[in-house]
């Protein structure tokens, strides 16, 4: 019960924080409403009774209630309509808070763990969507209580000078609904929270038969039926789900309502029986059945706002304790100076699961400042979490990783990053203009066109951004228009290009100490491959590099070249010194220049090669 407490708190003071003049406008407007419905009855009582005095009638008194009965109406409708117009701009306005905050904290996220869990993402997807919903469920459950509270009092004392036994049924009837939508309510949220997956699995089939890069495939396999078939039976089995619910609360409902229904019966047979023995006027009646209806109205509003406030108030923890996740690191750090000796792993440990197997296990490996170490291994050997790692987007489970001797944990990684660069193997293609997917490896310097196109030429792009219809400006889509809405459609390039983009980012970079190139040409052919490595031969003189490529060709001009097997160094040295050990480097380089090589020149003589 605190805990529902605390939420609901919380997700009241988040609207009153992004809207408060109009939730205090909310407020007073629902305070007045509440009594509506007992003024307008008791002025209609008070009608109906004037007019039954026949020949005895006061014209000018009876005009005057007839007056200030519509007044009221009318008044209650133009209330109504101000108080919905409010409840959207606080609604937009909440929903902006809550992208801001939201997203603020998930930008905040350091470490690629929470990316890279399902049950991160099935939390970060109720956040959002309970966290637009709650504030404004949860307030107007609270205005709702308060409306309902003003009513209830109100009408039950019309009710109990009219019959004091049906106001206590008409109470009782109303507080056992309420009891019963709570139980419904938890029901909802619950299967809220179980359905996250199956919808997300939804989405994931969907995707697949919209995404442009998605639909080569999938026609050429022909799996449109099958995707679709799984997308349609992946919702089948929530629509199950919800409608047994549905089902199940329908009937408690329905039984609620037969219950409401034989005790406003009895009450107006009771009620009536009165007025035709006399012991009640015609305005009693009225009165009566006006009030009995503000009541029960009163309370299926309640019970409206609970079924969606009491599955928010589950909901919107979701969003609460994702904002509580750890986010940048607290607490004094030290400065990251120029590397001067070079970066080190020193002994370390790694695995992504505690239960699960070691990824790298030992691994010692130094990159030296102003020098290159280009890394090798076959597939699932460690490599791409060495990257990782070496970026700090994990934290190691053993062993340190050096920063000139000193253990990167000290410091801020936001610090870290800004002293290296880097181009993954599964780059980014951003669905923007050509200027800003270079820029964006520098976002200070995101509108220096002569920067980016410097950028560009190092990584022999620029001709080709500078000949798209628009030049650099040109946005690099085949799925959106441009955000002026002109329409002008986007251009797309081929994968060599979208790599030279993104090796164009990570030079967009000048102030740094260490590049991570991984696979940074494995999208080019020989030739552009062999350009691009003599490029970053020059441009990187003086950083610390880490060059990883399946192929060995690329990296025989490392300083040093490390071996990576079952997540150890098993082997380190120069091309030569490799080779001439016969160890597991020679082994991979003489497969891969085995495949190169045509046997009919192979077999040739040195007389034969001669002549």
């Not at 329905?254 to 409401?260: R, V």
């Not at 489970?397 to 990684?413: A, T």
């Not at 520098?442 to 022999?460: F, G, M, S, T, Y």
Request: aromatic share 6%; with cysteine; proline share 3%.
């Amino acid at each position: 019960m605190k805990d529902a407490l605390r939420t609901v708190r919380a997700a009241v003071a988040l609207q009153w924080r992004s809207a408060p003049v109009a939730s205090a406008t909310v407020l007073a407007l629902t305070a007045c409403t509440g009594a509506v419905a007992a003024m307008g009855g008791w002025l209609t009582k008070l009608l109906l009774d004037e007019l039954g005095r026949g020949a005895q009638v006061d014209s000018q008194r009876a005009l005057g209630l007839a007056v200030g009965a519509a007044a009221v109406a009318g008044g209650a409708m133009a209330v109504l309509n101000l108080t919905e117009y409010l409840n959207g701009v606080i609604r937009w306005r909440v929903t902006l808070e809550v992208e801001r905050a939201l997203f603020t904290k998930v930008s905040a996220l350091e470490s690629l763990r929470y990316f890279e869990e399902p049950a991160f993402h099935g939390q970060l997807r109720l956040a959002e969507q309970a966290a637009q919903e709650a504030p404004q469920q949860l307030s107007e459950l609270v205005l709702a209580v308060i409306r309902a509270a003003i009513s209830v009092v109100t009408l039950s004392a019309v009710v109990l000078s009219v019959s004091p036994p049906m106001a206590l049924l008409l109470l009782l009837a109303g507080a056992v609904g309420l009891g019963a939508q709570l139980v419904r309510s938890r029901w909802s949220a619950r299967l809220s929270e179980a359905l996250v997956q199956t919808y997300r699995w939804r989405d994931f089939y969907h995707s697949l038969l919209v995404d442009v890069r998605a639909a080569r495939e999938s026609r050429l396999f022909g799996l449109g039926e099958l995707l679709r078939d799984r997308m349609v039976t992946t919702l089948g089995r929530a629509s199950a789900r919800e409608l047994a619910l549905a089902r199940k609360g329908a009937a408690m409902q329905a039984s609620l309502s037969l219950l409401t229904a034989g005790v406003t019966a009895l009450g107006a047979f009771i009620v009536v029986r009165g007025a035709v023995e006399g012991r009640h006027a015609i305005g009693d009646v009225a009165l009566f059945l006006a009030a009995v209806a503000g009541i029960q109205s009163a309370f299926t509003g309640l019970v409206v706002q609970m079924q969606e406030a009491g599955r928010s108030v589950l909901t919107f923890g979701n969003y609460l304790q994702l904002l509580a996740l750890p986010g940048r690191t607290a607490g004094p750090s030290r400065a990251v100076e120029p590397l001067r000796r070079g970066v080190e792993f020193r002994d370390a440990w790694f695995r992504y699961d505690t239960r699960g197997p070691w990824v790298l296990r030992g691994v010692n490996l130094f990159i030296p400042a102003g020098g290159s170490v280009g890394l090798v291994g076959i597939n699932g050997a460690g490599k791409s979490t060495l990257v990782k790692l070496l970026c700090r987007f994990y934290e190691l489970e053993r062993g340190q990783i050096l920063w000139d001797g000193v253990d990167v944990r000290e410091f801020e990684p936001r610090a870290l990053w800004q002293r290296m660069a880097a181009t993954f193997q599964d780059f980014m293609t951003y669905d923007l203009t050509a200027a800003e997917n270079i820029g964006l490896g520098d976002v200070a310097h995101l509108k220096d066109e002569a920067r980016i196109r410097a950028a560009a030429r190092l990584a022999d792009i620029d001709d080709k951004l500078a000949a798209l219809p628009a030049g650099y400006e040109t946005l690099l889509s085949r799925t959106l228009e441009g955000e002026d809405g002109d329409g002008a459609p986007g251009v797309s390039l081929s994968g060599g290009q979208w790599q030279r983009v993104a090796l164009a980012r990570a030079l967009m970079r000048e102030d740094v100490d260490l590049w991570v190139l991984d696979e940074p040409s494995s999208g080019l052919d020989a030739e552009a491959e062999f350009g691009i490595h003599q490029t970053l031969q020059r441009h990187g003189a003086g950083r610390a590099r880490l060059l990883v490529s399946h192929r060995l060709s690329a990296l025989r001009s490392a300083d040093t070249i490390a071996v990576l097997s079952r997540g150890q160094v098993v082997e380190q040295g120069t091309h030569e010194e490799l080779m001439a050990a016969g160890g597991e480097y020679a082994r991979l380089f003489s497969l891969q220049a085995r495949g190169y090589q045509d046997p009919r020149l192979v077999s040739r003589t040195p007389e034969e090669e001669a002549a």
